[in-house]
């Protein structure tokens, strides 16, 4: 598997997240907004 930070991309037409995975490895200072789904891992 590859990854590639959404970062990467310079598109500003690039959607926005709609939910986010592996939240348990984020920094603790990185916030995401509340009304998105939050997965401590895979949600699968």
């Known amino acids: 598997m590859v990854s590639v930070a959404v ?4 598109d500003p ?3 926005a997240p709609v939910r986010t ?3 348990t490895t984020k920094h ?3 916030v ?3 009304h998105l789904p939050h997965y401590p ?3 699968a």
């Open 21 to 23: 995975v592996w939240t």
């Open 13 to 15: 037409r690039f959607p």
């Open 28 to 30: 603790e200072w990185l």
């Open 41 to 43: 891992k895979s949600p």
């Open 32 to 34: 995401f907004p509340p």
């Open 7 to 10: 970062g990467a991309f310079a």
